[in-house]
């Protein structure tokens, strides 16, 4: 029968180095006052004995675990679905996690279950920090993290009473310069499918509508989805039935958009001679509806990588600027 291979011991790695455990604890948990040789003889211990360390012991030392949570209040079937807005924030966290030598936990709170217990590892001290995104209403889920002593950054202006600090876009100045371009045109009956109003997205993306649309003397004209290409499909029918003269539409997520694009090509209007449509995301998909779509682009892996180093910072006791509101631009297709 063959033994399994032991594993090798602090009090092993000491005994190589020819020092004491102590010192050799020192070192593999960063240490900067050990004398360059002796971490050297430590160093060379450990690779010839291939240590490994042993993370829980290490973290009830340095009172750190190494880990941030990225938390998603979404159910699994909306964050792993074909919208491209959270794998490219997902690759931005994991990104700027990597080069920082962190470990990404990645987390779905979809329920009133999953909201408590995501609550519950983060607050049992599991993760050096947490960051947030999707949130929907009033969240108690941020304060209570802050209330339990952990970092908080939110993908996003939060909603309610809660001062944390976030990254955002400017949702405003790209809405506008889209309806702008849809009214510089020629275009006059221009609706719009708006985002669920219970998200700092859905919100503001319909007042950057109302604003550059009330300013040029129009008369606004709104249905709602929830950012999934169905509820783009069945507004885009109600907009029909209730302005069926409208020449326009911008839509708030492209994959609202592509819903609507294919409500109006069941509807026999022509794309866009009949009717313009701008979304809003510029995720791969918007390059290859038909025909390509003219979008608004937030710049999403940006988004998890200012996220990212934000919350190191303030893991790290750094100084840091908030909020951040990074820049969107319209790029422009054969839509509209």
């Not at 006052?33 to 042993?54: D, F, K, M, S």
């Amino acid at each position: 029968m063959t033994m399994a291979r032991q594993r090798p011991t602090l009090e092993a790695v000491a005994r190589r180095a020819g020092v004491s455990r102590a010192t050799v604890s020192r070192v593999v948990n960063g240490a900067t006052t050990v004398a360059g040789p002796i971490q050297e003889a430590v160093r060379r211990a450990v690779r010839e004995l291939g240590y490994v360390p042993n993370q829980a012991a290490r973290a009830l030392v340095t009172q750190r675990t190494d880990s941030i949570a990225l938390i998603l209040p979404e159910a699994a079937t909306r964050v792993f679905s074909d919208d491209q807005v959270f794998p490219g924030i997902i690759r931005g966290v994991s990104q700027e996690l990597e080069a920082a030598g962190k470990q990404l936990v990645l987390m779905l709170a979809g329920s009133p279950a999953g909201h408590e217990r995501v609550e519950r590892y983060v607050t049992g001290g599991h993760v050096d920090g947490v960051l947030l995104a999707s949130l929907h209403g009033a969240d108690p889920l941020p304060s209570r993290i802050v209330r339990a002593g952990v970092p908080v950054v939110c993908s996003g202006r939060p909603l309610g009473d809660i001062t944390v600090p976030y990254v955002d876009v400017d949702h405003v100045g790209g809405v506008s310069r889209a309806v702008r371009h849809l009214l510089d045109s020629g275009r006059q009956r221009i609706a719009t499918i708006a985002g669920p109003q219970d998200m700092v997205a859905g919100i503001e993306r319909l007042t950057g509508y109302r604003r550059e649309l009330r300013a040029a003397g129009g008369h606004p004209i709104v249905a709602y989805g929830d950012f999934t290409r169905e509820s783009g499909l069945l507004a885009m029918r109600q907009l029909l039935d209730d302005a069926p003269d409208l020449d326009a539409v911008f839509v708030a997520s492209d994959l609202m958009a592509h819903g609507a694009l294919r409500t109006l090509r069941q509807a026999g209007r022509r794309v866009p001679d009949d009717v313009a449509v701008i979304g809003f995301d510029d995720i791969g998909m918007a390059r290859y509806t038909d025909p390509p779509l003219t979008t608004v682009r937030q710049p999403i892996q940006d988004i998890g990588r200012e996220l990212t180093r934000m919350l190191l910072r303030l893991t790290a006791d750094e100084p840091t600027e908030a909020p951040v509101v990074l820049s969107t631009e319209l790029v422009l297709r054969d839509s509209a």
